[in-house]
């Protein structure tokens, strides 16, 4: 309870300290992507197509500006991928300086100064099972609580040109005990980004850690560990990135029962974009593995395995209207063992109008 009043106390005290001199200013965004998707995995099922969508997102954000020079804005999602959503965001302050507040679902720092590595676009995807918990992408370890904040660094920190820096931490009052259940309890990460000029290349290169407890007594690995580090190079119309991260997790599931300790969990992802006039060609990469059990306190084995390679055409047809080509080969193997229903390739055609 002294934490939740604690941190209570931190966020009136922040508003209260600020005079808003009118009404907040309003926007709203969205997008409404439709597509045909098909499948042929490697099974011994015949390859199937169907509609994708129509899947619709809708937002709105709200921010204003105290007398002080602080901006404080908020959001919250309405619509997402097609279906009612009530994911409302925290609190940014953002300040004179340029430096970051972010409170209540503030996230980790890690995640947030990871390089965006180029992914290739597309609603395309052969489904896994939740038996397989290999890592499909950087941060798969990231986890933390409503209750918390994350600090990020005005530009140029230290008088360093092109560094920034941030901080994370968060808190919860979960009550796992023993058994199958983990929720966060404690959460604090730390991340780093630096550009720099090389010659006609910018590079950007940007990680860190997360760090996530949960209660459980009977698991023998925290909610979370990771550590995580990505690289992008940017050459007029050309962006090469690649990506690692490696550490342990509890994954999750809707039914704890599934929920499984993972140990030995390491991903790489690589990608490249090249954009040429309405015109963008992305490719990219991912290669994943982790040794995961059912049973709590007990170290995995057999090795889950996640690969997949992708492609992507995207058209500017207008402005907001874009038209997408996908496809994907992805091969996984769960224990060891090659899972033919849910490896295969899989294609996307279909377009994204945005406003």
């Known amino acids: 309870m002294k934490k939740e009043l604690l941190a209570a106390t931190a966020l009136v005290s922040t508003l209260i300290g600020t005079s808003v001199a009118q009404a ?16 042929d995995t490697d099974g011994t099922a015949d390859g199937t197509f169907k509609a994708d969508g129509p899947k619709s997102n809708l937002s709105f954000s ?20 097609g279906g009612t959503s009530n994911n409302a965001s925290g609190l940014t302050l953002t ?4 430096s970051v507040l972010d409170l209540i679902k503030a996230g980790n720092a890690y995640k947030s100064k990871l390089a965006s590595v180029p992914g290739a676009g597309g609603e395309q995807g052969i489904t896994g099972t939740t038996g397989n918990h290999a890592p499909t992408g950087l941060g798969f370890a990231n986890a933390s609580s409503n209750v918390g904040f994350e600090w990020a660094s005005a530009a140029d920190a230290f008088g360093v040109d092109g560094l920034t820096w941030g901080v994370s931490a968060s808190t919860g009052e979960d009550s796992d005990g023993v058994g199958s259940s983990s929720t966060v309890e404690s959460a604090y990460s730390v991340g780093v980004s630096y550009v720099t000029d090389a010659g ?3 590079v950007t290169i940007g990680g860190g850690f997360v760090s996530a407890d949960d209660s459980n007594s009977d698991s023998a690995n925290s909610k979370g560990e990771e550590t995580a580090v990505a690289l992008t190079a940017v050459t007029g119309d050309l962006t090469v990135g690649v990506g690692y991260a490696s ?12 929920n499984s300790e993972v140990d030995g969990a390491e991903v790489m992802t690589a990608g490249a974009k090249y954009v ?27 090795v889950d395995s996640y690969e997949a390679t992708s492609a992507s055409i995207g058209y500017a047809v207008a402005s907001g209207v874009t038209a997408t080509i996908g496809y994907s080969s992805q091969d996984r ?14 294609w996307y055609v279909g377009a994204t109008v945005s406003f």
């Open 200 to 202: 006609d290349t910018t």
């Open 247 to 258: 550490g342990s997790e509890i994954a999750t599931h809707s039914s704890a029962t599934q």
């Open 95 to 98: 300040f004179t300086d340029g």
């Open 24 to 39: 907040a200013s309003g926007s709203f965004s969205g997008s409404v992507k439709a597509g045909v998707e098909g499948e």
């Open 276 to 302: 040429s006039g309405d015109i963008t060609f992305t490719v990219s990469y991912a290669d994943g593995e982790g040794k995961d059990a059912v049973t709590m306190g007990n170290a995995g084995t057999n």
């Open 333 to 346: 193997s769960n224990e060891g063992t090659a899972t033919k229903d849910t490896s295969g390739t899989s």
């Open 62 to 81: 709200a921010s204003e500006t105290t007398d002080g020079g602080i901006k404080i804005s908020t959001g919250f999602t309405v619509v997402n991928e």
